[in-house]
């Protein structure tokens, strides 16, 4: 157990872990979306942000609306019921509030990304995105995006594709220890690698629990404590999205978000109510309502037991 | 058997795309249509299919509802396995054991090459799009891929201004050139007015229309001079059975049937 206190308030973990111009992680797929985490970055108006993030939804789109990312390396931004993600397109078409650039990936190819990135490995090499303009078109990653050679073991053409590694990384989990050994199920998307292949990391989960809740099933663990620098007990940080085993996607929230962000000023003022008029999460829970949230907890549905074992000392 | 006559051209691009499912097979899909699609197939004559979703799902169960995207929580429960994108796109599809996959997409070209990126330029587009996701993926490695879209004339160029997607690229050999390996890329197209193919220079050609539409009707629908096929037919209708189980059992809240899931009052109460 490490000796210094990692667990603290999401104000102080965004204060100390993310700096302007960092390159940036953004965890979960469309599951285990950080959320708070984010709202908590655009408070604190950082900026000059390059946004990693493999595929979700509107996490990429509030942060670049806000005016804290210059650079965005995606698969896919978008609002999933299914519309536009509006200030994304804003900034990407118009240059509002300013500029961004895009680096398009594939899902397949940021996982193996991210997956080179957390290894340290050189390069892993695929047969996707051959024959894409997501080879042909690149911005900012130039060269360093990919590179297609012929294998030589086989001869046949295959595309490079170098590490992802990012300054910090963060991502909304169900539940750690407060050394941050972090354990996440449900849908896992890019979340393993992506998270792995980040020198700092802003662990956010909705439950810390004993070390022997962790330690009687560490098959669950997708982060060692050893890799985290901040951990934030912070419920309901994915809503709107969800978080399996504690609440349900809030769609209704999508379709409100969609509405209200067509235009600039209701970007603007969304950010006022739900980011700007806040203080922090539990602020944020009560915009909501209890209501709605008793109606996003997620029911139970357990497994029968795992049974791990018991052995004996040798002697 | 009874055809049913009141029917939507979305009913009829669901059905007849399901027609291409054998029971039995593993499927990759994304998300929008072919999950409607699918979730009839289960319904009804392929029962026993797996569906692999990018997000880390293999699943062959029945869903408690109907999925709105593939990382739908209610897929959780159920699946046969639930992991990471490396488990899905990575071994099961790049690793071959996927024998179709389908797709939504904005935009196809004469080559069935898919645009779901950008319209205009790449760098300061005139209309950004959500961008790939895993649907590029899908058009580099599955051995037979299926697109799905409503047909609207300004959905087929006949060049995409942005490949998200490689279907047979610049026609002729080029897929094969590009590094992609023989025997995948596009199968069919199906849209609301008919089912097109590619011939062996990779060119989409009509391959069958709806009860009610005309290849005239088509032919003025498509951004190029659109070949037909010597042997186009017709399709029948959906039965009436087929037609009531997709609207009782599959999508009986109409959530993509009529779009209710854009009406947020649906989900208000």
Redesign the interface.
């Known amino acids: 157990m490490s000796e210094e206190n990692k667990v603290m308030s999401m104000r102080e973990a965004v204060e100390r872990f993310v700096r302007d111009g960092d390159t940036v992680y953004l965890g979960g797929?469309?599951?285990h979306e950080p959320y708070a985490a984010v709202h908590e970055i655009i408070r604190q108006k950082k900026k000059n942000l390059t946004v990693s993030r493999?595929?979700g939804i509107t996490i990429v789109d509030q942060l670049v609306g806000a005016g804290c990312v210059d650079k965005v390396i995606?698969?896919?931004?978008?609002n999933?019921?299914?519309?536009?993600?509006h200030a994304?397109?804003r900034a990407?078409?118009k240059?509002i509030p300013h500029a961004v650039?895009?680096e398009?990936?594939?899902?397949?190819?940021m996982?193996?990304a991210y997956?080179a990135g957390a290894l340290d490995l050189p390069f892993v090499a695929?047969?996707?995105?051959?024959?894409?303009?997501?080879v042909s078109?690149r911005?900012f990653l130039g060269d360093d995006k990919f590179k297609?050679i012929e294998s030589p073991f086989t001869g046949?053409?295959?595309?490079l594709i170098p590490p992802l590694k990012h300054d910090v990384g963060i991502i909304q989990i169900q539940r750690s220890d407060l050394d941050g050994n972090g354990q996440a199920?449900?849908?896992?998307?890019?979340?393993?690698?992506g998270i792995n292949s980040c020198s700092k990391v802003i662990l956010c989960v909705e439950e810390l629990v004993e070390r022997d809740v962790i330690r009687k099933d560490p098959n669950r663990t997708i982060i060692p404590g050893c890799k985290v620098s901040a951990v934030v007990e912070e419920q309901w940080g994915g809503h709107p999205s969800?978080i399996?085993g504690y609440y349900?996607?809030d769609?209704?929230y999508f379709?409100?978000y969609d509405?209200a962000t067509k235009k600039l000023e209701g970007f603007e003022e969304y950010l006022e109510k739900w980011v700007y008029g806040v203080k922090d999460r539990q602020d944020y829970l009560k915009l909501v309502g209890e209501e709605k949230l008793q109606k996003l907890k997620?029911g139970i549905?357990t497994s029968g037991q795992v049974n791990y074992g018991k052995y004996k000392p040798w002697g | 058997m009874k055809f049913a006559e009141d029917y939507k051209p979305v009913e009829m691009m669901i059905i007849s795309a399901s027609r291409e499912i054998t029971n039995g097979q593993t499927l990759m899909i994304g998300?929008?249509w072919p999950v409607v699609v699918t979730m009839f197939a289960k319904r009804t004559h392929a029962p026993e299919i797996t569906i692999a979703f990018?997000?880390?799902?293999i699943y062959d169960d029945f869903p408690s509802r109907i999925p709105?995207?593939s990382?739908?929580?209610c897929?959780?429960?159920g699946a046969a396995l639930?992991?990471?994108?490396?488990d899905t796109?990575?071994m099961a599809?790049?690793g071959g054991r996927v024998d179709l996959a389908f797709l939504s997409a904005a935009n196809v070209d004469r080559y069935g090459n898919i645009n779901t990126?950008?319209f205009g330029d790449?760098?300061?587009?005139?209309?950004?799009?959500?961008?790939?996701?895993?649907?590029?993926?899908f058009?580099?490695?599955a051995p037979r891929l299926i697109v799905l879209l409503e047909h609207d004339k300004k959905r087929f160029p006949e060049r995409v201004d942005?490949?998200?997607?490689?279907g047979y690229?610049d026609g002729c050999d080029?897929?094969q050139r590009?590094?992609?390996?023989p025997g995948t890329g596009p199968y069919a197209v199906y849209t609301t007015l008919g089912c097109f193919k590619f011939d062996s220079m990779g060119e989409m050609y009509l391959d069958a229309y709806y009860p009610g539409v005309t290849v005239e009707q088509v032919r003025e629908n498509m951004g190029w001079e659109l070949k037909v096929s010597e042997k186009v037919k017709e399709l029948e209708p959906p039965s009436e059975e087929d037609l009531r189980i997709l609207r009782e059992e599959v999508d009986p809240f109409k959530m993509y049937l009529d779009e209710a899931?854009?009406?947020?009052s649906v989900?208000?109460n």
């Not at chain 2, 590009?178 to 390996?181: I, M, N, P, V």
């Open positions: 797929f469309v599951h493999c595929a995606t698969a896919y931004v978008w999933p019921v299914p519309k536009p993600a994304f397109k990407v078409e240059g650039e895009v398009d990936y594939t899902v397949l190819t996982n193996l997956f695929a047969k996707t995105p051959l024959g894409s303009d997501i078109q911005t297609i046949e053409k295959v595309c199920w449900g849908i896992l998307g890019d979340s393993k690698y969800y399996t349900d996607f769609w209704s379709l409100y509405e997620a549905q | 998300t929008q990018e997000g880390g799902i709105f995207l990382a739908d929580p897929l959780v429960n639930c992991g990471d994108s490396l796109l990575g599809l790049h990126t950008c790449y760098v300061r587009p005139k209309y950004r799009l959500g961008g790939s996701g895993g649907a590029c993926d058009a580099c490695l942005y490949i998200t997607s490689p690229i080029s897929r590009a590094g992609l390996r899931r854009a009406n947020i989900f208000q």
